[in-house]
């Protein structure tokens, strides 16, 4: 996407009305809130951020966000390739997110809508991920970028500790390369979460450790564990730790390239490498760190012509969007949210909704 797309990109967003999603967590920062906080002790500020209270380390919009009423295709997008690894049936797979995607309006000079609808893709929104289809991606194995094959020459993970924050019940926060969502009180049965990578990797064979403060174990079965100072409705933390791929060197196309955490990839859209608990490269995604607005009838080309996405049609409700990925025709459901391809992000982030729906009674 060039400089000037985006510039009128963001131009044109200053004028759309606000969507529902952005007036509830203006809502939220209110003193409704407030008053259900009041009962609680705060040794320090919850509210810090609408989605979550964690830490702000790699500052990727929409990392705690998961997809609503999606497409899902588990197909690759035409021209995307998985790639076979050295040893076993293992490959790596390229796979595309889009989640937080909105029908809307640009707003006249009355505040009434004008002319045609949109669609919106917010930043963080749209999320190319290449994850290897089984267990991890070893340093001197082939993976794929971009259709482009490569080799993992080398990796940096450290881990990265938040202190001082608080989360609700049902919300998310993000530490590490991890999002964890706190489901419902504890401490008596143990923390209730839905814990994933930033990219959507349910991390399922690892237990998340969290103890209360002063009595941590000299070691810990994971990587990920939470020092609490109260567990409830609302879950304060002293300190939450857990693993980060910092950095890691590629040879694509026979060049050496160094992909550093939130490195811009293309112009306004970022890469971040992503590690499983213990350290094991498990993905790389690329998200936009800015907003995206798509006509009817216009197509976006990005990822230099590896993604064309195109918008064919609005219904009047704006329930029902058609629209293409490469050339594949789709049907959205008040937006373009999407799950294209078999990877294992794709199978996280479907194994949370699946997850949520059940707590939820559906």
């Given at each position: 996407m060039s400089g000037a797309i985006l510039k009128s990109t963001v131009a044109k967003l200053l004028p759309v009305f606000l969507s529902p999603p952005l007036?509830?967590?203006?809502?939220?920062?209110?003193?409704?809130?407030?008053?259900?906080?009041?009962?609680?002790?705060?040794?320090f500020d919850p509210?810090?951020?609408?989605?979550?209270?964690?830490?702000k380390h790699l500052l990727i919009?929409?990392?705690?966000?998961?997809?609503?009423?999606?497409?899902?295709?588990?197909?690759?997008?035409?021209?995307w390739k998985e790639v076979p690894m050295k040893a076993g049936g293992n490959r790596t797979i390229e796979s595309l997110v889009i989640k937080g995607s909105m029908v809307v309006h640009r707003k006249g000079k009355d505040g009434?809508?004008?002319?045609?609808?949109?669609?919106?893709?917010?930043?963080?929104?749209?999320?190319?991920?290449?994850?290897?289809?089984e267990t991890h991606l070893p340093v001197g194995d082939r993976g794929v970028i971009f259709g482009h094959k490569a080799v993992l020459l080398k990796k940096k993970v450290v881990a990265e500790?938040?202190?001082?924050?608080?989360?609700?019940?049902?919300?998310?926060?993000s530490v590490g390369d991890s999002v964890i969502t706190y489901l419902m009180p504890g401490p008596r049965q143990g923390p209730a979460v839905l814990w994933r990578t930033l990219d959507g990797v349910s991390i399922r064979p690892h237990p998340l450790d969290e103890y209360p403060a002063g009595q941590v174990p000299a070691k810990t079965s994971t990587r990920i564990f939470g020092v609490y100072t109260h567990a409830g409705q609302l879950a304060e933390y002293a300190a939450f730790t857990a693993p980060m791929a910092v950095s890691e060197?590629?040879?694509?196309?026979?060049?050496?390239?160094?992909?550093?955490?939130?490195?811009?990839?293309?112009?306004?859209?970022?890469?971040?490498?992503?590690?499983?608990?213990?350290?094991?490269?498990?993905?790389?995604m690329v998200y936009n760190d800015a907003p995206i607005l798509l006509d009817v009838g216009q197509t976006l080309t990005l990822y230099d012509g590896y993604l064309k996405i195109r918008v064919s049609s609005i219904s009047s409700d704006g329930g029902a969007i058609v629209f293409t990925l490469n050339g594949r025709p789709y049907t959205g459901h008040h937006g373009i949210d999407s799950l294209v391809?078999?990877?294992?992000?794709?199978?996280?982030?479907?194994?949370?909704?699946?997850t949520l729906k059940k707590l939820q009674g559906g």
């Open positions: 007036a509830f967590l203006l809502f939220l920062a209110g003193g409704t809130l407030s008053a259900q906080a009041d009962p609680y002790p705060f040794p509210f810090m951020a609408g989605e979550s209270f964690g830490c919009p929409g990392a705690e966000a998961l997809p609503h009423e999606p497409v899902i295709d588990s197909h690759l997008l035409p021209g009434q809508p004008t002319g045609p609808a949109l669609v919106l893709i917010p930043a963080g929104g749209l999320v190319y991920d290449a994850t290897p289809y500790t938040c202190r001082n924050f608080s989360v609700l019940a049902g919300r998310s926060f060197t590629w040879k694509i196309d026979g060049k050496s390239r160094e992909v550093a955490a939130n490195s811009e990839w293309f112009p306004h859209f970022r890469m971040v490498p992503i590690s499983c608990p213990i350290g094991h490269h498990i993905g790389l391809g078999k990877g294992r992000a794709i199978a996280g982030i479907m194994n949370s909704l699946n």
